[in-house]
Each structure stands twice: as C-alpha cells, then as structure tokens.
C-alpha cells in the first residue's frame, strides 16, 4: 500500500510517517527541509505544494494522502509585528492556495482518500472549562491575537476539502488539532520570530534538573493533553473505516487541571519526585482551555486515547530513547 504525506518534515508528518512505514506502507514524503527519516520504503520528495512541478513529481498510484503542509506562527521567520504583509501573505499561499493544489492533485488522479489536519482555532470562542466540544459546532474564530489568519486559512483549507468530497466523492476526513505533544526534533518554537524554547520542555528540562516547578495562571483550570499517538491512531482508523467522510476532534475526553499536569512531570522526571517545590504563579499567563467530547470517535472509529500519565511516560522514553538530553545540550 502506498501513501502521500505532504508536510512530512514537521514534527507530526515525520512521527506519522515513520508509524505507517512501521506498518508495512511504501510513503511518499514531501516537504520543504530535508527529511530525517532513514528507511527502504521511504520515498522523499523535496518540493513546496504552491508549485505545479511538484505534483509532477509524485506517484498517482496511492491509496491515501495525508496533508500536514501549512504554515502556522511558531514555524514563521516573520510574524505579523516584524513584516505584516509577508507573514499574511504566507496563510494565503500555503494554508488556501497550496492546499487547493493538493487537493486538485488528489482530484485529477482519482485518489479516493485524503485526511487533512486543521486547527482547532476554529473552536477558539468555544472554548470553556465547562463544555467538552463536540465535532460539529459551527466556526467560532477569536479575530484578536497572533493567530486570526491561521485559523481562517485552516478552516478555508477545511472547508475547500468539505467541498471535493461532495462535489468529487473524495472520502475527506478532517482532523482538528490542539496542541500535539511529542518529543520534537528540535525543542524550540518561534514566537514573534524568534527561537524560544517550548514551554512544556522547559518544565520537563527543570524536572529533570530537580529545579523548582512553576504553575502558571489558575491551577484549576483545565484542558486537553494530548499525545501525538492519539492523532496517528485517529488518521489510520478513519482510512479503515466505513465512513465516507467526518470530521473529529484529536482529543482525550479527559479534563487535566494545569496543578495537575505539572505535578504529573514532577512525579514522572524529577529526580526525587517526593521531594519536588511547586511554586504557585497565579499571575502568570497560561494558555486558554479547550476540552473535547471524544464519544463520538469512540463509537464510530473506536478509538481508545492516551491519556496523561501514559502520555508523559511515553515522552520519557522517547527522549531517553532519541538520546534528547545530548542532542539539546541538556
């Protein structure tokens, strides 16, 4: 069997990509950076989805094609307070051009199935402490902060796929995306441009070093915690099953309090993890909460999510495994 990931040089297409070859599927990667991924039925193919000669390119034989490809603001060089026009000129080619490219590829070649990752910044004014959300509410985007135009051009790019799967009879299956946690190639993001280490890691990095640990905002607020296991076992049981099409959440179902996610790292990779300091920092300003109804996906998909515990032990063994602490000069 064989398949297209576009986008397999991020952090979720390459972990993605090294799971179906696992598998026993012949992936086609394409991505813009070189892929880092070493292994016989590996086919990469360096190129940018807003380009006609890359499709040239590509295999049209596949049974599936998966697109992780778009530009969000933790992978920009620019963001909208350094270079304004560059940075939201960027959404509009990559998250809605180029992703009708991919489609129109998936289109004139007959390929009947095609899984797209989009955002849940779609969901952002739906978000609430008290309300698990279900995978069909309607668009509810925040047009305040740093990430308007990506939510808009995901949710563009989500709905141009609605499209050729009525219109085309592409079995289209969207999945919406919160944070994905997972041991990164490299533990830094950009923020306003500029390389800043991943928060989540530098809690695990000061656990580690048996450092104080610091709980942000409310401690009593929640959200989802989401492993990247959770999306790869979302993607392969939407191929398998009988739907036609679907929409769904890459959620748990599972409400974690920001006290309690933090003192999960402490007892999991602190040192003496009886012993650790946590430091309450009410006025510090965390990330809002977003809480997923995942029955949906339980029943039709039978999907059974990683949670918290197994999660944070599953990122343990990774970095040990991936010899992290070296690589990252911890």
């Not at 990667?29 to 086919?43: D, K």
């Not at 009410?282 to 515990?309: F, M, N």
Request: aromatic share 12%; hydrophobic share 35%.
């Amino acid at each position: 069997m064989k398949l297209i990931i576009f986008g397999v040089t991020g952090n979720c297409g390459t972990y993605c990509a090294q799971k179906f070859l696992e598998d026993g599927w012949t992936v086609y990667g394409v991505g813009r950076s070189e892929s880092s991924i070493n292994h016989p039925n590996m086919n990469f193919i360096k190129g940018d989805i807003r380009t006609d000669e890359l499709y040239t390119k590509l295999p049209t034989d596949v049974e599936l094609v998966i697109n992780f490809a778009g530009v969000q603001p933790s992978i920009l060089a620019t963001s909208e307070n350094t270079d304004l026009t560059a940075t939201l000129n960027a959404y509009l080619d990559v998250n809605i051009n180029g992703v009708f490219k991919v489609l129109e590829f998936v289109r004139q070649n007959n390929i009947k199935n095609y899984v797209y990752t989009t955002s849940h910044r779609d969901y952002e004014n739906h978000w609430s402490p008290n309300n698990f959300l279900k995978n069909d509410l309607p668009p509810a985007i925040n047009y305040k902060g740093d990430h308007v135009m990506y939510a808009i051009t995901k949710t563009t790019g989500k709905m141009i796929g609605d499209y050729f799967g009525e219109a085309f009879g592409v079995r289209v299956f969207n999945l919406r995306l919160p944070m994905i946690f997972m041991v990164p190639e490299s533990p830094y993001y950009r923020n306003n441009g500029e390389p800043t280490l991943m928060p989540f890691l530098k809690v695990i990095r000061d656990a580690m070093e048996g450092k104080p640990l610091e709980i942000w905002g409310d401690p009593q607020m929640v959200r989802d915690y989401v492993h990247i296991d959770n999306l790869v076992a979302l993607i392969k049981s939407c191929y398998k099953s009988s739907l036609n099409s679907g929409t769904f959440n890459v959620g748990t179902g599972e409400a974690v309090t920001t006290e309690r996610f933090i003192k999960t790292i402490g007892k999991t990779f602190a040192p003496d993890p009886e012993n650790v300091e946590y430091i309450y920092k009410e006025t510090k300003r965390t990330y809002k909460c977003a809480i997923y109804d995942v029955s949906e996906q339980k029943e039709l998909l039978g999907y059974q999510p990683v949670l918290l515990e197994e999660m944070l032990f599953k990122l343990k063994n990774d970095m040990t495994e991936k010899n992290c602490m070296e690589k990252w000069g911890w």
